[in-house]
C-alpha cells in the first residue's frame, strides 16, 4: 500500500513539468533589409547587412553577416518569424531617430 501511494505521489509532483508553460516568444516582422554601411559602398556584394524587426510596438536594428556568402536575406522584407527579446530596449520614437 506504500509503494502504491508513493508511485501516485511521485505521478503528481511530476505532472507540472509535463504542463505546458506559457511561450515567451512573440511574432516579429522584418521591416527593412538594407546593405550595412561598414561594408564599402553598399554594393550588391556586401558581407553583412543592417535588418530592421518589429516586435510588437518596437523596432530592432540588427546586424545580420549571412554564412556562406547567401544573399537570401535581401528578399526577406515581410517575412514573419519568431522571436523573443531578453533586453528593454529604448521607445520606438527614441531608436528610431537614434537610427537616422
Do not use: N, W
Given at each position: 500500500m506504500r509503494k502504491l501511494i508513493g508511485v501516485i505521489a511521485l505521478c503528481l509532483l511530476t505532472f507540472p513539468a509535463l504542463c505546458?508553460?506559457?511561450s515567451k516568444?512573440?511574432?516579429?516582422?522584418?521591416?527593412?533589409?538594407k546593405s550595412h554601411q561598414g561594408a564599402?559602398?553598399?554594393t550588391p556584394d556586401a558581407t553583412s547587412y543592417d535588418v530592421s524587426v518589429k516586435v510588437g510596438d518596437?523596432?530592432?536594428?540588427?546586424q545580420y553577416t549571412p554564412s556562406l556568402g547567401m544573399?537570401?536575406?535581401r528578399y526577406a522584407?515581410?517575412?514573419e518569424l519568431t522571436a523573443r527579446t531578453?533586453?528593454?530596449a529604448a521607445p520606438a520614437t527614441q531608436a528610431t531617430a537614434a537610427r537616422e
Amino acid at each position: 500500500m506504500r509503494k502504491l501511494i508513493g508511485v501516485i505521489a511521485l505521478c503528481l509532483l511530476t505532472f507540472p513539468a509535463l504542463c505546458q508553460s506559457k511561450s515567451k516568444y512573440q511574432v516579429a516582422t522584418i521591416t527593412e533589409v538594407k546593405s550595412h554601411q561598414g561594408a564599402g559602398d553598399g554594393t550588391p556584394d556586401a558581407t553583412s547587412y543592417d535588418v530592421s524587426v518589429k516586435v510588437g510596438d518596437t523596432i530592432y536594428v540588427v546586424q545580420y553577416t549571412p554564412s556562406l556568402g547567401m544573399i537570401t536575406v535581401r528578399y526577406a522584407t515581410g517575412r514573419e518569424l519568431t522571436a523573443r527579446t531578453i533586453l528593454q530596449a529604448a521607445p520606438a520614437t527614441q531608436a528610431t531617430a537614434a537610427r537616422e
